[in-house]
């Protein structure tokens, strides 16, 4: 994979020259070879030069040149001289003062191919043929605006420079950028190698691997090093989880065992022919079989119903009620139990009424779940206070003054399958009533929170 970036990445370089290479080609053709309309006025002059015999005429035996000429010599900033046919001159308009008189024909030449022959001026030469008679004349162009410059050269060997120049233009900025790119793409590439092997780790379950968050992809290995500590929790969760359902699953067919143990026992001593029971065993048998399917029945029901909890796919049957009244009759029932007749409730409500959209038998369970998880969890002489209001929200307290809930128990306590410490062997449950009364408070939009100190108490609030 390293070396797969790596190749892309200098074939990209590569590309790259190459098109730099040909727009730069066509750039200096555009400015230099090119006759652009910013430029194409004075690279002309020398046609314009050669052509400006057609604004010499003869008058009065002499040279001149007319107005029209005249005006175009002014728009270029030109200058002129008419020689006769031994080099000496006739006519002038404009020429600077270290201009010749009279010129030799190798002069002329030179004056001709060579810029700067008069000083700050280009000129070019031409002629003016007249009635047999040839007239030259050198027209002098300022020399920022134009220039000429003679090469001696060998037409044989110019191709072949020519093509060794470009292949150098073309070749050696390659492989400099090869070079660099290399070394350059070698240092990009092996972050993003590191990058992609953390992914491929996280994805086969490794989280140990941790990375200095540094360089240019500092913010890229401390999402990972995030992505990494999220996800090691996660399976640190997931594994307690697993454990839990483990242990429950364990727990519950203990739970069901012991009570399907007693129904068969009960069902065979009751079908057993030889055996003449009572009516009063009849009862009692019956009695302690029909109980025995009820808590079986609870055990599968609490199960089915986390679980169409947590899917949302449990119909809420939502009507507008009394909290208080609801919460009143559930601690009615408690101390209607006869095993729990004895427990002392207190039921504060600073309202009269809480008038409140919810499910009755889902609520009622739910609460029903809380109340007595104070109850059997605590000592016989516990207190339990039961607080209603309503301000801004509705607010509902459960506190007790029992024996508290550990830090363990208190962060397992809403979770599926957690059994605490503390419960004894007299009130082993499915382990989701907790769980369930979350879910049915979060499924009435509602909120719940508990506090507890061993030794101390437990504090239940409930807000919606």
Same mark, same amino acid.
């Given at each position: 994979?390293?070396?797969?970036?790596?190749?892309?990445?200098?074939?990209?370089?590569?590309?790259?020259?190459?098109?730099?290479?040909?727009?730069?080609?066509?750039?200096?053709?555009?400015?230099?070879?090119?006759?652009?309309?910013?430029?194409?006025?004075?690279?002309?002059?020398?046609?314009?030069?050669?052509?400006?015999?057609?604004?010499?005429?003869?008058?009065?035996?002499?040279?001149?040149?007319?107005?029209?000429?005249?005006?175009?010599?002014?728009?270029?900033?030109?200058?002129?001289?008419?020689?006769?046919?031994?080099?000496?001159?006739?006519?002038?308009?404009?020429?600077?003062?270290?201009? !010749?008189?009279?010129?030799?024909?190798?002069?002329?030449?030179?004056?001709?191919?060579?810029?700067?022959?008069?000083?700050?001026?280009?000129?070019?030469?031409?002629?003016?043929?007249?009635?047999?008679?040839?007239?030259?004349?050198?027209?002098?162009?300022?020399?920022?605006?134009?220039?000429?410059?003679?090469?001696?050269?060998?037409?044989?060997?110019?191709?072949?420079?020519?093509?060794?120049?470009?292949?150098?233009?073309?070749?050696?900025?390659?492989?400099?950028?090869?070079?660099?790119?290399?070394?350059?793409?070698?240092?990009?590439?092996?972050?993003?190698?590191?990058?992609?092997?953390?992914?491929?780790?996280? +994805?086969?379950?490794?989280?140990?691997?941790?990375? %200095?968050?540094?360089?240019?992809?500092?913010?890229?290995?401390?999402?990972?090093?995030?992505? %990494?500590?999220?996800?090691?929790?996660?399976?640190?969760?997931?594994?307690?989880?697993?454990?839990?359902?483990?242990?429950?699953?364990?727990?519950?067919?203990?739970?069901?065992?012991?009570?399907?143990?007693?129904?068969?026992?009960?069902?065979?001593?009751?079908?057993?022919?030889?055996?003449?029971?009572?009516?009063?065993?009849?009862?009692?048998?019956?009695?302690?079989?029909?109980?025995?399917?009820?808590?079986?029945?609870?055990?599968?029901?609490?199960?089915?119903?986390?679980?169409?909890?947590?899917?949302?796919?449990?119909? !809420?049957?939502?009507?507008?009620?009394?909290?208080?009244?609801?919460?009143?009759?559930?601690?009615?029932?408690?101390?209607?139990?006869?095993?729990?007749?004895?427990?002392?409730?207190?039921?504060?409500?600073?309202?009269?009424?809480?008038?409140?959209?919810?499910?009755? +038998?889902?609520?009622?369970?739910?609460?029903?779940?809380?109340?007595?998880?104070?109850?059997?969890?605590?000592?016989?002489?516990?207190?339990?206070?039961? %607080?209603?209001?309503?301000?801004?929200?509705?607010?509902?307290?459960?506190?007790?003054?029992?024996?508290?809930?550990?830090?363990?128990?208190?962060?397992?306590?809403?979770?599926?399958?957690?059994?605490?410490?503390?419960?004894?062997? +007299?009130?082993?449950?499915?382990?989701?009533?907790?769980?369930?009364?979350?879910?049915?408070?979060?499924?009435?939009?509602?909120?719940?929170?508990?506090?507890?100190?061993?030794?101390?108490?437990?504090?239940?609030?409930?807000?919606?």
């Amino acid at each position: 994979m390293k070396w797969k970036i790596l190749i892309r990445f200098l074939l990209i370089i590569i590309l790259s020259v190459i098109i730099a290479f040909h727009i730069n080609m066509l750039i200096v053709y555009q400015y230099f070879f090119s006759d652009n309309k910013e430029n194409s006025g004075w690279s002309k002059l020398g046609e314009f030069s050669l052509n400006f015999y057609q604004y010499i005429i003869e008058k009065e035996g002499k040279p001149i040149v007319t107005e029209e000429g005249i005006k175009e010599l002014k728009l270029r900033n030109a200058w002129i001289q008419i020689l006769d046919e031994e080099g000496y001159e006739v006519f002038s308009w404009n020429k600077p003062g270290d201009a !010749l008189e009279h010129y030799a024909p190798s002069e002329m030449v030179y004056y001709n191919i060579y810029t700067g022959a008069i000083y700050n001026y280009t000129t070019f030469a031409g002629t003016a043929e007249m009635n047999n008679y040839k007239w030259s004349y050198i027209i002098g162009f300022p020399m920022d605006k134009i220039a000429k410059y003679s090469i001696i050269y060998s037409p044989a060997n110019m191709k072949i420079k020519i093509l060794k120049v470009l292949v150098y233009l073309f070749v050696v900025p390659i492989i400099v950028l090869i070079v660099m790119g290399y070394v350059f793409g070698r240092n990009l590439a092996k972050p993003i190698i590191e990058i992609v092997e953390g992914i491929s780790l996280l +994805s086969k379950g490794e989280y140990n691997r941790k990375y %200095t968050e540094k360089g240019l992809y500092k913010e890229v290995y401390s999402s990972l090093n995030n992505l %990494t500590n999220i996800l090691q929790r996660n399976e640190i969760e997931r594994k307690n989880i697993e454990k839990m359902r483990e242990e429950w699953i364990q727990n519950l067919s203990h739970d069901l065992k012991t009570p399907l143990a007693s129904i068969k026992g009960y069902g065979e001593l009751m079908a057993d022919e030889e055996y003449i029971l009572s009516q009063d065993e009849i009862k009692e048998y019956s009695r302690i079989i029909k109980g025995k399917a009820e808590y079986m029945e609870k055990l599968l029901g609490d199960l089915k119903l986390t679980e169409v909890l947590k899917k949302g796919r449990f119909p !809420l049957n939502r009507q507008e009620g009394d909290l208080i009244e609801l919460i009143r009759e559930i601690a009615i029932d408690v101390l209607n139990n006869p095993r729990y007749q004895n427990r002392r409730i207190n039921f504060n409500a600073k309202k009269e009424r809480i008038i409140f959209e919810f499910d009755k +038998s889902l609520l009622q369970r739910a609460f029903a779940n809380l109340i007595y998880n104070s109850i059997v969890h605590n000592d016989a002489d516990t207190e339990i206070t039961i %607080t209603l209001d309503e301000t801004d929200k509705i607010y509902i307290a459960i506190v007790d003054d029992g024996k508290g809930i550990s830090k363990e128990d208190l962060d397992n306590l809403f979770k599926k399958y957690y059994r605490g410490t503390n419960t004894g062997e +007299s009130h082993k449950g499915s382990g989701l009533g907790m769980a369930i009364a979350k879910q049915i408070i979060e499924v009435h939009e509602g909120e719940i929170k508990v506090e507890s100190t061993l030794g101390v108490g437990t504090k239940i609030t409930i807000t919606f």
